[in-house]
């Protein structure tokens, strides 16, 4: 930085120089004047070929990606291409969360008369299909070779038919079962009729849906990777097999065909996936042309990844937790260090059926007694967020910090030691006496904050929590069984930015932590309260965005204060270190928008 | 020698028969499924995709199925489809006749991979860089040891086993970092990450092109990883060298008044060379399936993170994939080192 401020510094002066002798040569004659509008010419054929295409490395973390298949993709990595290369109907901004415009320019809802409700989509017409020919993107034609093959709402309609197809068993195909019309039903396989699912097209540019209930989040949902178009021709062979038919294999190197800012060219399992600037997109406010020409990710593991920026191979990466005091006491690193916030959200949960914690007051007592900023100042150290609540604020819906400052659950050592000598008292026992169990899945990590914990437990209530850990897979048998212990660790990210996706896909009836067997509570938090299940469901459809942060407070409340049934412990950062040359946004989902990065000339 | 080695192929085949039903029933036997999530899949996703995979079925037929799919050679005059449940390592063309060979199904994992995929582009990356780590392990090793044994007691050996005690007490974990910090970042000899051949390659396991940028990614990783095993090598060829040169034969052998070079290389060499060839089978097998540590170290994408991986993952055909194609190479290597028994010790006779 300092030697950037030197070289900076120098120019500045030497321009002045210059443009003092500059005011000065045309005292000298006129020759100059000439020499000038020949000087005016020559870059501009010389500027690009000087310039070269704008590469940007960058790593994916270890291990392959697993696909790039819309239909079946659930992890980050393989979504992070995807948003690249197909983009949806809506499209959610990386910075804000907003819905705002993507392959649709607008759209209108009504509401039927059984209270369900259709958003009428207007589609682009000018997207073409590309496809990278090994040297440039192309544009796909059509089978008689005269035109562009161009994205329509039919291509749309396929995309969530695969999607929902149980053929191709997507992870993620649920999410559309909770919102659209008729999807749980065919991807369940009770019906195999596609026609029964809220999905009409009613010509190239117009995708109506049909949503259960209306909700905020519909068309957030509609815009998700889920949802995206994929090429019908190369999956399952096209003009009488002058197309041939890839299958699963379409998104391979040579298959894949795509419409978004960018495209796939190159992608060697396990090392390396290349994408390069789809020239064909036509760019929009909200999804501009890119500006670099390629983006090499490597599938480095996160250390490995960080000696690989720091010899100049990778323009951006991530800290590793143990690299970061060395990287903010480095004038250099410091300077290039971004701390983020992610839509995450980490939480222990109680089983509220276990003995000790079926108690409120215990529970209460043991999430007030973390003493999270401590946690985060000691152990952490990544520039995390206490947690008061669960839905991390950020998301539609959620509540901020800065309207409800004392919502939800304070780190409070005396008062916790109030409630837990309150319950003592009633069952005559001492504080030492109870027996708890703190379980977690294997990983350095997850054990210093749990000893971190166990510690601030002992301080400031007294009591001796013991300590297990499982293999992750052993670990999420255990804690979605009736086995679950009585204190358990768990996180969870965004699929798309609403409240809705954070509590009540974790804490309604048969959600993800709190699984029902025979309509009773079989695993996780084992919670049932009807009143706050039937609160999860108005706000859902509450459509005065004022009111439903009101009603999710609410939630949020009854969630970890007066029933205490999860502690949340913090909000999630990311700590990423950028190369000074490279302009660029940080996504707070987990992926980036690369067609807003740019590489400037270094 | 011929009816030894057909006996022992049947054998090997036995062996490899109870490892594939061992890791079979260990990998069904520990908790949790593939489809194991933090976000929990619903129930009816994961009924769709136990079906899709045929793990709703009782685990003797998913046995009989598996090793139907590998064991059995399929002939039809089907060719071969792009389904990932259709992948085949032995795909021949006979007239209109397909043969087909070997498959080890889809990855559960990988959704648009298959086991026979990761066989195809990862395995020549680890037997590229196993093949340099026991190159460099055996020229480090073996001139070491027996410097150590011929000079016994002098500050040639104290040296040589000084520095094989290094090699095996400062393990890849610790010497990659430093290799990638020294050679890497701060004096940028060499990339820090990385392999320098990619698919397709010569025969199906050699790079197709050999130069600096092949070895400049290759040196490191070779480097780190054959220094341990080197050390192995050094101290046991030290101890068999020793043993042997004490021996009444060569006794006799000075006696007769033949040269020291020529008793050492051709008698005492020889003849202590069997526990280290010993060794060298199973070294050759653990290398070249692929080292999770050194290829997590440097970036290399070969096989060795799938053996740990699958596992978490609970990914079961790379499970067994990984564990037979293990198994296979050890006991072939295990077969390849008896007869060199033989070549080493014309005693040790086999018929």
């Known amino acids: 930085m300092r030697k950037n401020f030197a070289i900076l510094s120098l120019l500045v002066i030497l321009s002045m120089i210059l443009t003092a002798c500059g005011g000065a040569t045309p005292a000298a004659g006129e020759p100059v004047v000439v020499k000038e509008t020949v000087i005016v010419e020559v870059p501009g054929a010389e500027a690009p070929a000087a310039e070269g295409p704008k590469v940007l490395n960058l790593s994916f973390g270890y291990g392959d990606v697993p696909t790039l298949d819309p239909a079946i993709a659930e992890d980050t990595s393989s979504i992070q291409v995807i948003e690249e290369a197909f983009i949806g109907v809506t499209h959610i901004d990386e910075e804000t969360s907003a819905t705002v415009p993507g392959m649709a320019t607008d759209w209108s809802s009504e509401i039927n008369a059984d209270g369900s409700e259709t958003i009428t989509f207007n589609l682009r017409t000018d997207v073409p299909w590309v496809r990278w020919n090994g040297e440039e993107v192309e544009t796909v034609k059509t089978c008689d070779g005269a035109a562009d093959r161009l994205v329509t709402a039919g291509d749309f309609a396929y995309g969530i038919n695969r999607n929902l197809d149980p053929v191709n068993a997507s992870p993620y195909a649920y999410v559309w079962g909770f919102v659209l019309k008729g999807a749980a039903d065919y991807n369940n396989g009770v019906t195999d009729d596609f026609s029964t699912v809220g999905v009409e097209v009613v010509d190239d540019a117009t995708l109506k849906l049909t949503f259960i209930a209306p909700a905020a989040f519909n068309t957030q949902i509609a815009g998700m990777w889920i949802g995206r178009p994929q090429p019908k021709w190369v999956i399952e062979g096209d003009c009488d097999g002058a197309v041939e038919a890839r299958g699963e294999r379409w998104t391979e190197p040579g298959f894949f065909q795509s419409y978004g800012p960018f495209t796939m060219s190159e992608w060697i399992h396990d090392s390396s996936l290349t994408i390069v600037k789809n020239p064909f997109w036509p760019g929009t406010a909200d999804i501009p042309v890119a500006k670099i020409d390629v983006v090499n990710f490597s599938m480095l593991d996160d250390a490995v990844a960080f000696a690989d920026y720091e010899a100049g191979n990778l323009d951006s990466s991530a800290v590793p937790g143990a690299d970061l005091d060395r990287v903010k006491a480095d004038p250099v690193l410091s300077a290039e260090l971004v701390t983020a916030p992610v839509m995450c959200t980490y939480y222990y949960g109680f089983n509220t059926t276990a003995p000790v914690v079926s108690d409120v007051r215990v529970r209460r007592a043991l999430s007030m007694a973390i003493d999270r900023q401590s946690l985060i100042d000691n152990v952490l150290k990544g520039g995390q967020e206490p947690a008061q609540w669960f839905s991390r604020p950020g998301l539609a819906g959620s509540p901020t910090m800065a309207d409800y400052p004392d919502l939800g659950v304070k780190s409070d050592a005396e008062a916790a030691k109030a409630e837990l000598q309150s319950y003592l008292d009633e069952t005559g026992q001492t504080a030492d006496q109870l027996d708890l169990t703190l379980m977690f899945n294997t990983s350095a990590g997850h054990q210093r904050i749990a000893e971190a914990i166990q510690q601030m437990w002992a301080d400031n209530l007294g009591v001796n929590v013991k300590l297990i850990n499982q293999e992750w897979a052993v670990y999420l048998a255990t804690i979605k069984g009736a086995n679950t212990p009585q204190i358990f660790r768990l996180g969870w990210c965004l699929d798309y930015p609403d409240a809705n996706n954070f509590i009540r896909e974790n804490f309604d009836a048969n959600a993800s932590s709190n699984p029902y067997t025979d309509g009773k509570p079989s695993g996780g938090v084992f919670y049932n309260n009807p009143d706050f299940f039937a609160g999860l469901a108005v706000a859902a459809t509450e459509s005065d965005a004022a009111k439903r942060v009101e009603l999710y407070a609410a939630l949020e409340q009854t969630l970890v204060y007066d029933e205490a049934v999860i502690a949340p412990i913090y909000w999630y950062s990311r700590n990423t270190v950028t190369k000074p040359y490279v302009v660029r946004t940080f996504g707070v989902g987990g992926q980036e928008a690369l067609e807003k990065w740019d590489i400037l000339p270094h | ?351």
């Open chain 2, 1 to 351: 020698m011929g009816r030894y080695i057909v006996r022992r192929l049947f054998y090997m085949m036995v062996v490899i028969l109870v490892v594939s039903i061992i890791t079979f029933g260990l990998m069904h036997a520990i908790p949790g499924g593939p489809f194991s999530r933090e976000k929990a899949l619903p129930e009816e996703t994961i009924k769709i995709l136990n079906e899709r995979y045929h793990l709703d079925e009782p685990l003797w037929k998913q046995y009989v199925s598996y090793a139907y799919a590998v064991l059995i050679p399929h002939i039809t005059t089907i060719p071969p489809s792009t389904s990932l449940q259709d992948d085949f390592l032995v795909n021949a063309q006979i007239g209109s006749v397909w043969f087909r060979w070997m498959n080890f199904g889809p990855s559960f994992k990988s959704r648009s991979r298959t086991v026979n995929d990761i066989f195809r582009d990862n395995l020549p990356i680890s037997a590229q860089l196993g093949t340099m780590a026991l190159i460099i392990a055996i020229a480090i090793g073996l001139p070491l040891g027996v410097l150590a044994a011929l000079k016994q007691n002098t500050l040639w050996d104290y040296f040589g086993m000084g520095i094989s005690i290094l090699g095996v007490s400062v393990p890849v974990i610790v010497l990659g970092p430093i290799f990638v910090w020294v050679f890497g970042v701060a004096l940028k000899w060499f990339p820090p990450t990385g392999w320098g051949a990619k698919p397709p390659y010569l025969f199906g396991f050699l790079p197709s092109k050999l130069g600096w940028d092949f070895f400049k990614y290759a040196i490191m990783p070779s480097v780190a990883l054959g220094l341990g095993s080197s050390a192995v090598i050094a101290r046991l060829t030290r101890a068999s060298l020793l043993q042997t040169i004490r021996e009444d034969y060569i006794r006799t052998a000075r006696a007769k008044g033949l040269q020291e070079r020529v008793i050492i290389m051709r008698h005492a060499l020889k003849n202590s060379m069997i526990p280290v060839v010993t060794i060298l089978g199973p070294l050759f097998a653990a290398l070249v399936t692929g080292t999770f540590v050194t290829e997590l170290m440097f970036g290399i994408p070969g096989m060795g993170k799938y053996f740990v991986t699958s596992i978490t993952n609970r990914d079961y055909p790379v499970i067994m994939g990984t564990i037979l194609l293990y198994a296979v190479f050890l006991v072939v290597a295990n077969l390849i080192v008896d007869i060199t028994y033989a070549f080493l010790d014309p005693r040790i006779r086999y018929d």
